[in-house]
């Protein structure tokens, strides 16, 4: 996924926000994310966005 935004959250210090669209065909459930800075993985903890077909 590529993000269309990606930035400081408008009105919440301190918070990054970054918004994605989700291709077609991904199978129902929670979908792993990985988040990539210069290339490399950043360091978090389990990040997952649910899925509904």
Known sequence: MTPVYQ???PGLTG?????VTVPQGL????????VMQN??????TALYIPVAQ
């Open 7 to 9: 930035g400081l959250s």
């Open 15 to 19: 918070v990054d926000q970054f918004n």
């Open 27 to 34: 199978p129902a459930g929670d979908v792993s994310l990985t």
């Open 39 to 44: 290339g490399q993985p950043i360091a978090q």
